[in-house]
């Protein structure tokens, strides 16, 4: 699996490979919930890149292919 392309949730900082579109269920439900206003925060999906400690929220690999 390649990681190649950035997370579609515009505040995050992850990596996601050739096959996902969001890093986690948090970014793919942030995108959806905001529904094309402009983002606000920062974003919790709780991975190293995007800088927010392990527990402050759900872990999940960042190179995982969440649809």
Do not use: F, N, W
């Not at 439900?29 to 927010?52: F, I, K, N, T, Y």
């Not at 872990?59 to 995982?64: D, F, I, N």
Request: glycine share 8%; hydrophobic share 25%; proline share 6%.
């Amino acid at each position: 699996m390649q990681i190649d392309h950035p997370c579609a949730h515009d505040s995050c900082k992850c990596m996601v490979s050739e096959q996902g579109k969001y890093c986690s269920d948090y970014c793919r439900d942030a995108d959806a919930a905001r529904d094309g206003l402009p983002r606000s925060g920062e974003c919790q999906c709780g991975h190293a890149e995007c800088g927010l400690p392990k527990a402050s929220a759900p872990r999940q690999a960042a190179t995982s292919t969440v649809e």
